[in-house]
């Protein structure tokens, strides 16, 4: 594993010559293991069969625990070299602050017309329920009343 963090480069497309991401990595080991487990679980050994229990995140095996380790090794590893390096590793969307939401519901408003205020009540919704998107899901949608707003 220690080339999937070290050594592995992308060769080609938008990120070549770049390491991978954690992200990327850790899925190459899953995906490694995976196609192992498929081909020696049901032929292999009882010891292979306890070794592929590791794919199981409740499992408490040896092999379990040492998955648990790598992977934890492997994200440490990434994560330092790209500190070291001075990467951007954050990868979220820029936030969308109220006085953005604002800015979209003052041009909807401006349309004032029933598609404008579906999407203005969309934006609202998304804007107050984020992160606890079940909320949104119990708003009344028959007794809701459109009102004109004034955004002076």
């Known amino acids: 594993m220690l080339r999937l963090t070290k050594a592995f480069k992308i060769e080609s497309g938008r990120n070549r010559g770049n390491f991978l991401s954690m992200d990327t990595a850790t899925n190459y080991l899953s995906t490694i293991i995976n196609i192992q487990s498929n ?53 979220c969307a820029t936030p969308v602050y109220l006085q953005h939401v604002k800015s979209m519901l003052k041009a909807y408003a401006k349309k004032g017309d029933k598609e404008a205020a579906e999407r203005s009540f969309a934006i609202i919704t998304a804007h107050q329920a984020a992160g606890r998107a079940s909320e949104a899901s119990l708003t009344p949608l028959g007794r809701l009343v459109v009102r004109s707003v004034d955004f002076k």
């Open 39 to 91: 081909k020696y679980k049901t032929i292999g050994s009882a010891e292979a069969k306890l070794f592929f229990t590791c794919l199981d995140s409740n499992a408490r095996t040896e092999s379990a625990t040492l998955l648990k380790a790598l992977k934890m090794q492997m994200n440490s590893f990434i994560f330092n070299r790209c500190k070291d390096a001075c990467e951007d590793m954050d990868q």
